[in-house]
């Protein structure tokens, strides 16, 4: 059974120049984000990272109060662990469609 619904493969570098591959979940509900890693570095590490729900706007989750500031958009950004052989080799941010963020991106943050 797949519990993570429609997947799509990835391949990517993480910022601390590790190869992670694996797959991740493109549902849009609360398993989109989700991934499971299946190898680091060219080795087996079987890893499971959950996904994150979608974070509304200020004025869609508080009634009644007056808006402060304006958020226009904004991106969720979500640091999970990577392991290998067990132990944790680096901390690694993600969006919810991408499995490691961009390093010209988090030079921007």
Excluded: W
């Excluded at 079987?46 to 729900?53: A, E, L, R, T």
């Excluded at 009644?64 to 304006?70: E, H, S, Y």
């Amino acid at each position: 059974m797949n519990h993570m619904g429609k997947t799509r493969e990835f391949n990517t570098t993480t910022p601390e120049m590790h190869k992670i591959k694996g797959k991740i979940s493109i549902e849009h509900d609360q398993r989109l984000g989700s991934m499971v890693i299946e190898k680091v570095d060219g080795k087996k590490e079987k890893q499971f990272v959950p996904g994150f729900p979608r974070i509304g706007y200020m004025e869609s989750q508080v009634e009644g109060v007056p808006l402060i500031f304006d958020k226009n958009d904004g991106t969720n950004i979500l640091f999970y662990p990577l392991y290998i052989k067990g132990k944790l080799a680096e901390v690694v941010p993600k969006t919810r469609g991408v499995p490691a963020a961009e390093l010209i991106f988090l030079k921007v943050c």
